[in-house]
């Protein structure tokens, strides 16, 4: 399995793509801008995009959604309660001073349970963690050992829950709830900052 972060724009988030080095099927996770970096490293790496999986629907996280359909083909998938945060991408982003143009609609939906899958077998897992947004959502690989958590979960701290539709204890239950109960050993990778082990999470965040 290939694993690349690619950090993007002022706001530091945390763009991932997943590989299969057989197959050289890949997820683009959470493109949040600058495309061409993105796809620059797809290309370097040789792989097929089969999905372009969003945990949430902020413009820091969206920002490159359109550019990387449209030069791979890949369909759009997130949560059903992201679309509103989505439809209003490009007046957000304006607020935050920036230029964003409208993402496209999302080709699928998912929700709990469902998985992610390639032609060849390269899977997550979606597990819904509402709390920063409405319908966040993290990601787990087959195996287990790896979660995408979007803004869930921060390395000492967790997401923030002051903008529309965030609220704390829906987070703190997401977490707690969903997240931990994976195990210890699960490697958490946010979308911003460093990656963690929820074992690290449940001993020293604060906030749990």
Do not use: W
Request: charged letters at 20%; one cysteine or more.
């Amino acid at each position: 399995m290939l694993l690349k972060t690619v950090v993007v724009t002022e706001f530091m988030t945390n763009c991932f793509i997943l590989g299969d080095e057989l197959s050289k099927e890949a997820f683009v996770i959470d493109p949040g801008g600058e495309a061409d970096k993105i796809l620059r490293q797809i290309e370097s790496l040789g792989l097929q995009v089969a999905a372009i999986v969003n945990t949430h629907a902020h413009v820091d996280h969206i920002g490159a959604i359109r550019q990387v359909r449209d030069a791979t083909g890949a369909p759009v998938m997130m949560h059903r309660d992201e679309l509103p945060l989505l439809q209003a991408a490009s007046r957000m982003g304006r607020l935050f001073g920036i230029h964003l143009e409208q993402p496209p609609d999302p080709d699928r939906f998912l929700a709990e349970g469902d998985e992610v899958s390639s032609r060849n077998g390269l899977s997550l897992k979606v597990i819904e963690t509402p709390g920063h947004s409405p319908g966040g959502i993290s990601l787990v690989t087959a195996d287990g050992k790896l979660c995408f958590a979007g803004d869930t979960l921060f390395a000492g701290s967790i997401g923030r829950t002051d903008l529309p539709g965030g609220d704390y204890q829906t987070l703190i239950s997401s977490i707690k709830t969903k997240l931990l109960p994976l195990g210890d050993d699960v490697k958490v990778l946010p979308g911003h900052g460093p990656a963690t082990t929820l074992g690290s999470e449940r001993k020293y965040n604060p906030f749990l």
